[in-house]
T-cell receptor
Framework: DSGVTQTPKHLITATGQRVTLRCSPR?????VYWYQQSLDQGLQFLIQ???????AKGNILERFSAQQFPDLHSELNLSSLELGDSALYFC???????????????FGAGTRLSVL | EDQVTQSPEALRLQEGESSSLNCSYT??????LFWYRQDPGKGPEFLFT???AGEEKEKERLKATLTKKESFLHITAPKPEDSATYLC?????????FGAGTTVTVRA
């Protein structure tokens, strides 16, 4: 168990809908990262928050947004869902910011999103 | 942009048959290299961090090594429970850039 908790584990929804994925980082970790994993794309970085502030963005669609709350949990909001958004969404957390070798990212078990 | 390439894509081994996985990378300045293990439908599990060429780390039947251009993950006398996808990643300013992974299947 990595200590990173993601809910829900599975989500099935229809095109055009909006969903929220939740992540609780490991105790003491201030950074939260969101990744998307699909069969043809591998693990792709979406966005990072550090202590409530957005720090970096990857190839995140405008339909997607995230935030980190004062208690450090994070939510990833996906709207106007399309079939191609079906994927595994992972949250990772780390103690610090920056992705240097000393800042190990620990991953949650993921949320499997199926858009029908 | 950082690039990570893993080979082979898939590896089928007999129990006890040792082998190696390759991770080659192109980065502007190496700040470490990570190895993760991922089981189907689960999140990546951290295995090792390597920081400099010549460094080696071991965990049970796994040994990771690092050169200036690539890293190897050696699996010695694998068991069926070593079946998984092994991912390597390099850190950028904020994110990890992952390779596509090597899926290892160990048959009893």
């Amino acid at each position: 168990d990595s200590g990173v908790t993601q809910t829900p584990k599975h989500l099935i929804t229809a095109t055009g809908q909006r969903v929220t994925l939740r992540c609780s980082p490991r105790s003491g970790d201030l950074s939260v990262y969101w990744y998307q994993q699909s069969l043809d794309q591998g693990l792709q970085f979406l966005i990072q928050y550090y202590n409530g502030e957005e720090r970096a963005k990857g190839n995140i669609l405008e339909r997607f947004s995230a935030q980190q709350f004062p208690d450090l949990h994070s939510e990833l909001n996906l709207s106007s869902l399309e079939l191609g958004d079906s994927a595994l969404y992972f949250c990772a957390s780390s103690v610090g910011t920056g992705a240097g070798g000393g800042n190990i990212q620990y991953f949650g078990a993921g949320t499997r999103l199926s858009v029908l | 942009e950082d690039q990570v390439t893993q080979s082979p894509e898939a590896l089928r081994l007999q129990e006890g048959e040792s082998s190696s996985l390759n991770c080659s990378y192109t980065v502007s300045g190496l700040r470490g290299l990570f190895w993760y293990r991922q089981d189907p439908g689960k999140g990546p599990e951290f295995l090792f961090t390597l920081y400099s060429a010549g460094e080696e780390k071991e965990k049970e039947r796994l040994k990771a090594t690092l050169t200036k251009k690539e890293s190897f993950l050696h699996i010695t006398a694998p068991k069926p429970e070593d079946s998984a996808t092994y991912l390597c990643a390099v850190p950028g300013d904020y994110k990890l850039s992952f390779g596509a992974g090597t899926t290892v299947t160990v048959r009893a």
